[in-house]
């Protein structure tokens, strides 16, 4: 009994491979799904058939079946359909195995295809917009400062090259993100002089951390435009970056003139919103429930703006 078992079992361990390259090569879900089918179905008579004769020819081969018994054994029909009802269940069992991983794999492909073709969307409409208001920026000042607007075009063609390079990341070392904002920063010190300071308290170990590309760029061109450039005197922006446990800390902070009638978002964000509605979307879409973003006033003035990401560090290729 215990010798009939292991050839049995033997016999669907030799035809499983079988199963699952049929099954790789016709899937049921893809178009010709009929045609599959059928081909299946037609594969479980054929595997039920050589498992019904492999099996005799394996007990006549150890003398567990005689001759005779052989011959009856093997065009007994009800033996044939009993063989034939074993390999349809097995086969069923492996194909419906093998076909749900496949299409779970695939609709996870599909996921994150359309995560990346919506965050590659996200990053063209935040481009135009940005280089935008950085051109609008120079025009005022080529008939008011030649040399500083020559000074300022050089740099924005640094920051186009360092934008194009690292296009297609959806993240960045946070020290790319920071030398980019720098670039960024002495522009607008250029163009509004002293009544522009920045503060920068970034913790040496955070520099390797992943963060989205671009991410600090919406935050800080909001900061100047609502906040600091309506103040005659100017003010200052703060940019800080740390760690906590498996958490990535970024900071954003002005001493400008602060929220309007707790509007916040409203008088927090570029003219037709692009800015923090991009980071929201980005954010969402990389992380998922895994971050927290928030803007809120300071007390007297100011807005400041954290953001919460899991800590991921930059793996050298």
Known sequence: ???????????????????????????????????????????????????????????????????????SSVFNVNNLFSFISTSFLRNAAVIGIQQAYFFFRESQERAFRLQQAELQMLKMQLHPHFFFNILNAISALVYRSPADAEQIITKLGDLFRAALRKDKAQEIRLKEELEFLDALLQIHQTLMGKRLTVKWEIQPEVLDALVPNLILQPLVENAIKHGIAPLEGGGQIEISAGRENESLFLRVRDNGVGLVQNEQTKNFSDGDGIGLENTRARLRNLYGDAHKFEIRGVPGSGVVVDMEIPFREHLPE
């Open 1 to 71: 009994m215990i010798a009939r078992l292991i050839w049995g079992c033997g016999i669907s361990a030799l035809i499983t491979p079988l199963i699952l390259s049929l099954g790789y090569y016709f899937r049921i879900s893809s178009r010709h799904f009929r045609r599959n089918l059928f081909l299946h179905l037609l594969f479980v008579i054929l595997t039920g058939a050589i498992q019904h004769l492999g099996y005799h020819l394996g007990l006549l081969a150890f003398n567990i079946l005689r001759e005779e018994g052989f011959w």
